[in-house]
């Protein structure tokens, strides 16, 4: 059974940092795509950031472009992200995904941890 266990997040004050974990489980995720969503108050979920499969490419929003840092450890089955410079509207609940891009494409999607920022 697959498990996507998030941690990390909090309550920070502006332009602090913050380091999420996302450990997932129950098979190797070397060749699929890791990512992050987030969803604040009222709004839909929203992409942040993802991940190839052995970190060659990274894709940002354009709204935590040269704040956030994804990265994956492939061993550990783990993908970071790492939020410097933390902004207000950066409040939400933060979701790891992790899919599979060829056939049979599959979808895994983490409880969600709340992130707040303090202005």
């Known amino acids: 059974q697959v498990q996507l266990v998030e941690s990390g997040g909090g309550l920070v004050e502006a332009g602090g940092s913050l380091r999420l974990s996302c450990a997932a489980s129950?098979?190797?995720?070397?060749?699929?795509?890791m990512g992050w969503f987030h969803q604040a108050p009222g709004k839909e979920r929203e992409f942040v950031t993802a991940?190839?499969?052995?970190?060659?490419?990274?894709y940002y929003a354009e709204s935590v472009k040269g704040r956030f840092t994804i990265s994956r450890d492939n061993a550990k089955n783990t993908v970071y992200l790492q939020m410097d410079n933390l902004k207000p509207e950066d409040t939400a609940v933060y979701y790891c995904?992790?899919?599979?891009?060829?056939?049979?494409?599959?979808?895994?999607w983490g409880q969600g941890i709340q992130v707040t920022v303090s202005s």
């Open positions: 129950g098979r190797t995720f070397s060749s699929y795509v």
């Open positions: 995904n992790i899919r599979r891009v060829v056939t049979p494409t599959m979808s895994f």
């Open positions: 991940i190839s499969p052995y970190g060659i490419n990274a």
